[in-house]
């Protein structure tokens, strides 16, 4: 029988083979998880505000672990379909701006989805080229002709005026929001607070409330790719569904109660850093990437995770499941950071 490791196990482990984490950096090793809170292996009880990216429910939400049950554990083969897979590429095509008439294709991976948004427009447009915004310094970069596509975030200001350079030359414009869940940002889906209409929206983990999943929802259902992917089982298409009807009955309005919360404290202590972002996908930019990673320390020691989204920035994510009292205790761990 698995015995789970205790923490003279685990400090024994890091003697012989060194610190667990990326880069040699010492890592959470987590006993216990439950809406917006973890707890260590020694006992340490962190607020989570990195998680609502991935995982827009918190841990171990009561209906992810239902849908979960209720699903089969299963891969789809050759000639193989699942219902929950086809009802949620029809709902997605339902929920993206623009109309029904879409092509959705499933994937694995959020990355996995951009590469196959980046495939298609390269297909359509008979071009190579393609254009990271964020690789762009202009305020109002323009687009070449031989551009296929332009992959935006869709909290960048750029956006629009790209959109409109997109149109003029042909260029399509991929919208990627595979690290921002769906209903986190106030609306359905974050590229609504603008006016652009993407011809691809690609989203990942969040959309599965945690398990693995990606998806490219085309603009066009005349549009298609030269081969399909094996994409997600049902399990994971079950969970997609039930959050979405989740967000649909009011998820997404009582996130956005408390998203007022969290932005009035935190545009309160701002100071020097950015606060950008919609709904409870805020992000702070500092001045420094030394000062970034400095605050995200000191969040940690006074019990607050947040997410590094930059070399600058960090982003304070909190599930849509996270309680005012929550929100607050939080904004006070910034602010006692910021000012020490």
Known sequence: ????????????????????????????????????????????????????GVLPLGHNHPAVLEAQAKSV???PGDG??????????????EIAPGGMNRRVMLCETGREALGQAICLAQKVTGRRGVMYLTECAEQRPGVSPDKAAVI??????????????????????????????????GRML????????PDFVVLGTGLAA????????????????????????PMASAVALEYLRLLEQGLVESGRVIAGKLKQGLAAIAGRAELYGAGL?????????????????????????????????????????ATADEIEQAVSIIAQAKAG
């Open 152 to 185: 935006v975030h869709p909290f960048d200001a750029r956006v629009e005026s790209v959109a409109e350079s997109c149109a003029a030359s042909g260029t399509l414009l991929i919208d990627d929001e595979s690290l921002i869940a769906p209903g986190t940002s």
């Open 281 to 321: 996908a805020l992000s702070l930019r500092l001045p420094t990437p030394d000062a970034a990673q400095k605050l995200a320390g000191k969040c940690l020691s006074g019990g607050l995770l947040l997410a590094r989204v930059g070399r600058r920035s960090i982003g304070v994510w909190p599930p849509l499941v």
């Open 210 to 233: 945690g398990e693995s999943i990606g998806a490219c929802i085309a603009g066009k259902a005349a549009w298609h790719w030269d081969r399909a992917v094996s994409g997600p089982g």
């Open 1 to 52: 029988m698995f015995e789970s490791p205790g923490a003279a196990d685990l400090a024994a482990w890091q003697r012989r083979h060194g610190p667990l984490g990326p880069d040699a950096k010492p890592a959470l090793v987590l006993a216990r998880t439950d809406g917006a809170w973890v707890e260590t292996l020694d006992g340490r009880r962190l607020l989570d505000f990195s998680c609502g």
């Open 73 to 75: 554990h299963t891969r």
């Open 190 to 197: 974050a590229i609504e607070w603008t006016e652009a209409r």
């Open 80 to 93: 193989q379909e699942w219902p929950e897979r086809l009802a949620l590429t029809h709902k997605l095509a």
